[in-house]
């Protein structure tokens, strides 16, 4: 049984190391495709946009927000701002009534009805050719919906470029840690980019075609992920989602373990459903890089995280029983020694190996991502808070995913 359970372990590290080494010869490949460009850009044709910005008890972060709109360096009279106030408790609505009077505005209350509530009714009322959503807890770079939108300028093809996220002003070690993370995510998305498998068309400022939801319908609750399950609809429907690296949205982290925790239960959630929900794509080659490498990749990532958790924890079992009969035998006996774990079955070569490969690749992963984002090669010294959070608090949230979904325990908003 042991034997068989390093079997197991052993496929799943060279798992791990196969999706590293798999963005890394991407990488490799399309370096030179890279683009990051600076100052500003202008293009020949400016089509209309509508940006609807959905608010839910955000009045401390609004104002912020409407005005990075404000600040786009895009034409004012092609681009629209809906303002929508989803039934707040706080001083949203009196927040957002101070841009009442502006011409390219719009401000509109309704019944708290979620997220995706709001996005449809901002689509039934928008007339624009594109149209993209900002969650009110980020600001927008002033270039970047003009280098998004110089994606669908040269490639009619596209139906989506979703921009960079970047953690805004981390204050403590728990941002500090979601900073770094959001360096690899930039990283691991232009990798998908370019693999044509993005998987989710984040909230923050994703720009749309208004045609995708013409045809695919409307935005669904999904698990309160409906930007991920609008992703996988367009990838089934073979519909291209590009990724603009330099176009740069700045988003407020959660500063505390608990919100974090809410945060990416949520994520991994709406993971785990919607791919239930889309399992007949799975491996199937019609549906591309999607298909075949970016789920599979998740489901590893959960999968080995669950293992190994479950792994430890019968370990732990196994001790306490171990001690509860030594000390009905013996008495009293404190040390620690554990006695079902032979190292025969674990050889430490490739374990090293594999685990050096996989840290390597992660660290250059950071350091990339802080190069397009940052401009600079460099290796952040917050990495070690990142490994620190992430390596203990994440197996928490997998596993409470996986949890809700086998007991269909639908986790909260926030």
């Known amino acids: 049984m042991l034997l068989f359970s390093s079997l197991i372990f052993y496929a799943l590290m060279f798992l791990a190391v196969y999706i590293q080494i798999f963005f890394f010869v991407t990488f490799l490949e399309n370096k030179n495709k890279i683009l990051i460009r600076h100052g500003k850009i202008s293009l020949n044709d400016y089509p209309g946009v509508t940006i609807i910005v959905p608010c839910w008890n955000e009045e401390k972060t609004i104002l912020k927000t409407v005005h990075s709109l404000l600040d786009l360096n895009y034409p004012k009279e092609k681009l629209k701002i809906l303002l929508v106030d989803d039934g707040s408790t706080d001083a949203t609505w009196s927040v957002i009534q101070k841009f009442k009077n502006y011409p390219n505005v719009e401000i509109f209350k309704k019944e708290n009805g979620g997220k995706y509530t709001v996005l449809n009714m901002g689509i039934e009322k928008i007339t624009t050719e594109f149209f993209g959503c900002l969650d009110a807890d980020s600001m927008v770079d002033e270039e970047a919906l003009v280098r998004m939108m110089d994606y669908f300028a040269k490639d009619k093809e596209a139906m989506a470029v979703t921009p960079s996220i970047v953690a805004n002003n981390p204050k403590n070690i728990i941002q500090n840690a979601q900073k770094i993370e959001y360096y690899i995510s930039v990283f691991a998305k232009r990798m998908l980019g370019f693999l044509g498998a993005i998987h989710v068309t984040p909230g923050p400022f994703t720009i749309f075609k208004k045609q995708v939801f013409n045809k695919l319908g409307p935005y669904r609750h999904a698990h309160n992920t409906e930007d991920m399950e609008i992703a996988y609809r367009m990838q089934k429907n073979h519909y291209k989602i590009e990724y603009c690296n330099d176009a740069y949205v700045y988003t407020n982290t959660p500063a505390t373990i608990k919100k974090l925790y809410r945060q990416r239960l949520r994520w991994i959630y709406g993971f785990i459903n919607n791919t239930i929900d889309y399992r007949d794509v799975l491996l199937k080659k019609k549906y591309g890089n999607f298909s075949m490498f970016t789920v599979p990749a998740g489901i590893i990532s959960v999968f080995t995280v669950s293992f190994i958790v479950g792994k430890l924890l019968v370990n732990l079992v196994d001790f306490i029983i171990h001690k509860i009969v030594k000390f009905q035998t013996v008495g009293l006996d404190l040390s620690l020694e554990v006695n079902n774990f032979d190292f025969y079955f674990l050889n430490a070569k490739p374990f090293v190996f594999l685990t050096v490969v996989i840290y390597a690749l ?42 809700n979904t086998l007991l269909s325990e639908k986790p909260a908003w926030r």
Do not use: N, Q, R, T
């Not at 950071?366 to 990495?383: A, D, Q, S, T």
């Not at 390596?391 to 409470?400: E, R, T």
């Open 362 to 403: 992660v660290i250059f992963s950071v350091v990339f991502g802080h190069k397009m984002i940052e401009g600079k090669w460099k290796l952040p010294i917050h990495i070690i808070s990142f490994f620190m959070v992430f390596s203990v608090v994440a197996p928490f949230w997998l596993m409470a995913a996986v949890y």
